[in-house]
């Protein structure tokens, strides 16, 4: 027997997947959506799991079938996620490359090895235009037996034409305590940090998780309370972190602990352990102006611009707006 992984949360998707997924009328392709780290693939997994399970009670966790799917072998479970440069390539016609949406449709003309097929699609927005609507035919008319899962961390970036044809499930970020309890064995203030930077995700509690880059963010963070409250640019000091693509990753942290505090102000909860203590603004307008200015900060990632860049322009334009 193997052990199912546990999965932090989400206890009322997980209970809905399970019955439509056991329904003669289930839909063909279901669309996981929320932020990147919180469970998405995971619940993914176990779903495809408890499908291609015989066991009433699935997924059983005992017989070959599950054994496979958790270990990612099983010859019917089909995976398509984005490369190293983090697309997913439509592929040749006639090559059909691995890891290509065409190799995938190829894949899904043949007969499965058992009764039943599994696909899931990591990140479907990361493929282009081309590659969602070679897909569109299959999402809205799979070989029998198929059950179609994808997820996504942008929503907006998917076809029209997909999200209509499919089941949509919303993942929400994961409690800050639930964060908390899964970093383990650390000194309460750096949890308290580490929960409030992640915005719910643990693949970001993860990041934060290397001092390093804690260290960075609280760095970069301390550095916009500073300009704000003096009326003065960002020091170049705090923006030492920020060149490269990793500093968007840190802009993504200072969004995420500024939110929390707006919220928790907002709810009236106004004390807090340590440096999110330090970071605190007793002011709303403010607090939204942060947070105002850092999301303005993301959209250049998009056009590969400098994040450093990018926070020194904004907060030019703010300061000379006199919005802070």
Known sequence: MIMIPQIEGHQKQKNYIKKIIASPSRPHALLFTGVNGIG???VAVESIAAFLCADANSPCGKCRSCRQVFSFSHPDFLILEPDEKGSIPIGDKDKKEEGSVRALLSSLSEKPFGGKRAVLIKEIDCA???????LLKTIEEPSENTLIIMTTSSESRILRTILSRSSVIRFSPL???SIKKLLGDMPEAEKDFIAAASG???ENAIRFSSEKTREELKNFAAGIRKAYL???FIEPSSLSAMSGKDGYGLIDGAVNIYSFLLKNKLTGKVTFSSFLNDLYIDADKTLHNIIKMLLSAKKGSARNLNPA???KALSYNLLAEKLI
């Open 40 to 42: 998405k693939s995971a």
């Open 175 to 177: 409690p800050f305590d």
């Open 309 to 311: 860049f990018s926070v």
């Open 230 to 232: 003096s009326n003065s």
């Open 128 to 134: 282009k235009t081309a590659g969602m609507n070679a």
């Open 200 to 202: 719910g995700s643990m």
